[in-house]
Nanobody, 120 residues
Framework: QVQLVESGGGLVQPGGSLRLSCAAS????????MGWYRQAPGKQRELVAG???????NYADSVKGRFTISRDNAKSTVTLQMDSLKPEDTAVYYC??????????????WGQGTQVTVSS
């Protein structure tokens, strides 16, 4: 059916960079939007960045100017380039995809989550 594969999480020093990638595969007719959410211990899950199939983007205020989201529609992938990372960016990051399956059935899918830790 539909699967999301995430990669790129890990441990990085403050001021460093990481690149997260997510690829959607399966019986997908089209993708409306893809994005990244994160959840830190004791906090609710929040939107980090999102992008529509048409290229419209939105970012959390806390990451504007530091993170960049992009997509490859042909490959059904979304990438989050994270620069100038701060300790407060530490969280589990989740890929999210809003798509239409064959039969024009809408589905919202989540990746399994990947840990990003920013620490000296």
């Amino acid at each position: 059916q539909v699967q999301l594969v995430e990669s790129g999480g890990g441990l990085v020093q403050p001021g460093g960079s990481l690149r997260l990638s997510c690829a959607a595969s399966g019986m997908i007719l089209s993708i409306n939007a893809m994005g990244w959410y994160r959840q830190a211990p004791g906090k609710q899950r929040e939107l980090v960045a999102g992008i529509t199939v048409g290229g419209n983007t939105n970012y959390a205020d806390s990451v504007k100017g530091r993170f960049t989201i992009s997509r490859d529609n042909a490959k059904s992938t979304v990438t989050l380039q994270m620069d100038s990372l701060k300790p407060e960016d530490t969280a589990v990051y989740y890929c999210n995809v809003d798509l239409l399956r064959y039969g024009e059935l809408r589905g919202i899918y989540w990746g399994q989550g990947t840990q990003v830790t920013v620490s000296s």
